[in-house]
């Protein structure tokens, strides 16, 4: 199962993003011209690894918010975590503290000065009697969490 949001993921391009149960992202592009299908590309997140067992967990993805100004974005997951990732060079740029429970949506405000995150139990681990209620967090970012790093040429 895959879950689709949509953004243009560049300037020149149109593009999506998609996220999966699987903790995948894939970005994809609307143009079918093959230079532009070269840049395709899909990738883990939202996995941990659980040491005494040597086994990979691996947590769903929930949300996903572009950045509008500088074409990054944040991915939210089952496991409680948010990411920033700047797409282009393929790397995260960081990931901020573990939320109570799994994130199930993230909006950056028009400016890019605001993520909202909300975090909800989504019932990865089935029914629970207990687990913590649903929140919504207000974060101030800056630009080293969200601004992609540029080598000097």
């Not at 690894?49 to 944040?74: C, M, R, V």
């Not at 429970?101 to 990865?124: N, R, T």
């Amino acid at each position: 199962r895959t879950r689709t949001y949509m953004h243009t993921h560049t300037h020149t391009h149109t593009g999506y993003a998609l996220g999966s149960i699987e903790g995948r992202v894939a970005i994809e592009y609307m143009d079918p011209s093959p230079e532009v299908q070269k840049q395709r590309y899909a990738f883990k997140c939202h996995r941990v690894k659980d040491a005494p067992s040597n086994t990979e967990l691996i947590y769903p993805l929930h949300s996903i918010a572009f950045h509008e100004e500088y074409n990054t974005f944040a991915t939210g997951g089952g496991d409680g975590f948010v990411n920033i990732w700047d797409g282009f060079n393929k790397k995260r740029l960081c990931q901020f503290h573990k939320y109570p429970s799994s994130i199930s949506a993230l909006s950056f405000s028009h400016d890019g000065s605001l993520l909202a995150i909300a975090s909800s139990y989504m019932q990865e681990d089935g029914e629970k009697s207990s687990h913590p209620g649903d929140s919504i967090f207000i974060r101030r970012v800056v630009d080293s969490e969200v601004k992609p790093n540029t080598k000097p040429k």
